[in-house]
C-alpha cells in the first residue's frame, strides 16, 4: 500500500513537472497550479490521508509527499518567472519606438517676422547696456509733439501725417514720442530703447505703410558725441545683419535734434530685391538720428550744459526688408501666409 503511494508521488511529480515547464502563458499555468497543488488535487489528498497510514510508513511518505509538493512549488515559481519576463520583452518589442522616424508635422504658428527681429533688436542692444521701454500706441499730442520741440502750428507737423484722435491725442507717429518721459524719468546715463508701432495718415507704396514699426533710441549722459552715436548705429547693423554694413550719414532735419541727419544703409552688397526698394541708387534710408536738442533736454529737467545725447528713430520693417531680401512693405500686414510661413 505504501509503496504505492510513493510510485503515485513519482508520478504525479514526473508528469506535472513535464506539464508545467510546457506551460506557454500564465493563465494556464494558473490552471496546472490549482489541478496540482490545489485542494482537489491528488497531491493534497495523499497529503491529507498521511494520517491515516501505517505510523512506520508514514515517515517515508509525509516527507516524499512534502518533497513533490517543494518541488513542484519551485517549478511553478521559476516558469511564472520565465513567463513574466517572455511577456514584457513581448510587450516591449510590440511597443518599441523608433526614434529616427521623422515626427509628423504639426501646425503650429510662429512669431511674425516683425516680432522675431523686434526681439533680435532687443537682445543687441541689451546686450550693449540697453533697456527696453514700450510706447503708448494712443498718446498726448503733448508728448507727440510738443515736447519733442514741435509746438502747436509749427510747420514742423507737417512732416508727419497724423490720426488725430478726440481729446487732442494722436495715434503716435513715431516713437520719439517716449523720449521727454524718459529722459524726464531717468537717471543718467540714460540709455533706452523704444520698440513700438507708429501711425501714419498717407498713401502706402512699396516703402510705406501707414502702420509700420519703429525703434527709438536714447542715450544721455555726459559728453556723449555724434562718433558714439553712429559707432553705436554700426556696432548694431553689423550684428543685425551678421555682416559688416556700410552706413550713410546725410544731414537732415528734425525739430528735436540738432545736427541730425539720415542713416542709410549700403544695400549692393545686401539683397537683389533692395535695389527694387532702394529707387536703383543702392541706398536705402533706414532711420533718422542726431544729437538731441537742448530745447528737449532742458523740457525733460536735463541740464544741456552738462548733458548732451544721441537718438534715433530706425524703421524696423526696412531692415528686415533689406535682411530677406523682401521689396514691398505692404506684405508685412497683409496677413498673407504665403509670406508669413517664409519666416
Ligand atoms: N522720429 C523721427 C521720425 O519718425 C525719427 C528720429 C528719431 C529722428 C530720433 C531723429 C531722432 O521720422
Redesign the pocket.
Same mark, same amino acid.
Do not use: K
Given at each position: 500500500m505504501s509503496q504505492k503511494i510513493l510510485d503515485k508521488l513519482d508520478k504525479i511529480e514526473d508528469e506535472a513537472q513535464s506539464v508545467i515547464q510546457e506551460v506557454k502563458n500564465l493563465d494556464d499555468l494558473e490552471k496546472q497550479r490549482i489541478e496540482n497543488l490545489g485542494r482537489k488535487s491528488e497531491l493534497v489528498k495523499i497529503l491529507r490521508s498521511i494520517k491515516d497510514v501505517d505510523p512506520d510508513k508514514r515517515d517515508d511518505i509525509g516527507k516524499k509527499a512534502n518533497y513533490v509538493k517543494n518541488k513542484l512549488e519551485e517549478t511553478i515559481q521559476t516558469q511564472r518567472k520565465k513567463l513574466v519576463e517572455l511577456k514584457l520583452e513581448k510587450e516591449i518589442d510590440e511597443d518599441w519606438i523608433d526614434v529616427t522616424v521623422p515626427p509628423k508635422k504639426l501646425n503650429i504658428g510662429h512669431l511674425h517676422p516683425i516680432t522675431q527681429m523686434q526681439q533680435l533688436t532687443e537682445n543687441i542692444f541689451t546686450r550693449m547696456g540697453f533697456d527696453i521701454e514700450y510706447p503708448y500706441e494712443i498718446d498726448s499730442e503733448f508728448h507727440n509733439f510738443d515736447a519733442v520741440n514741435i509746438p502747436k502750428n509749427h510747420p514742423a507737423r507737417d512732416m508727419?501725417d497724423t490720426f488725430w484722435i478726440e481729446g487732442d491725442n494722436v495715434a503716435i507717429?513715431?516713437?520719439?514720442s517716449m523720449q521727454h518721459r524718459i529722459i524726464k524719468s531717468k537717471e543718467t546715463p540714460i540709455r533706452t530703447i523704444i520698440p513700438g508701432k507708429?501711425f501714419r495718415n498717407e498713401a502706402t507704396d512699396a516703402r510705406h505703410e501707414h502702420t509700420f514699426y519703429?525703434v527709438?533710441g536714447i542715450y544721455v549722459d555726459r559728453g556723449i558725441t555724434m562718433n558714439n552715436m553712429l559707432g553705436t548705429l554700426k556696432a548694431f547693423f553689423d550684428e543685425f545683419f551678421g555682416q559688416n554694413t556700410n552706413i550713410l550719414f546725410t544731414p537732415d532735419f =528734425?525739430p =528735436?535734434?540738432e545736427p541730425?541727419g539720415m542713416v542709410s544703409i549700403d544695400c549692393s552688397n545686401l539683397s537683389e530685391g533692395f535695389k527694387k526698394v532702394s529707387k536703383g541708387t543702392g541706398w536705402l534710408e533706414v532711420?533718422?538720428?542726431?544729437m538731441i536738442h537742448p530745447k528737449v533736454l532742458e523740457m525733460a529737467g536735463k541740464d544741456p550744459e552738462v548733458y548732451s545725447g544721441f537718438?534715433?528713430?530706425v524703421g524696423l520693417e526696412r531692415l528686415i526688408m533689406l535682411k530677406y531680401d523682401i521689396d514691398d512693405i505692404r506684405l508685412f500686414h497683409s496677413g498673407d501666409l504665403r509670406f508669413i510661413r517664409q519666416f
Open positions: 508727419w507717429t513715431h516713437t520719439s507708429c519703429q527709438e =528734425f =528735436f535734434v541730425g532711420l533718422g538720428c542726431g537718438a534715433w528713430g
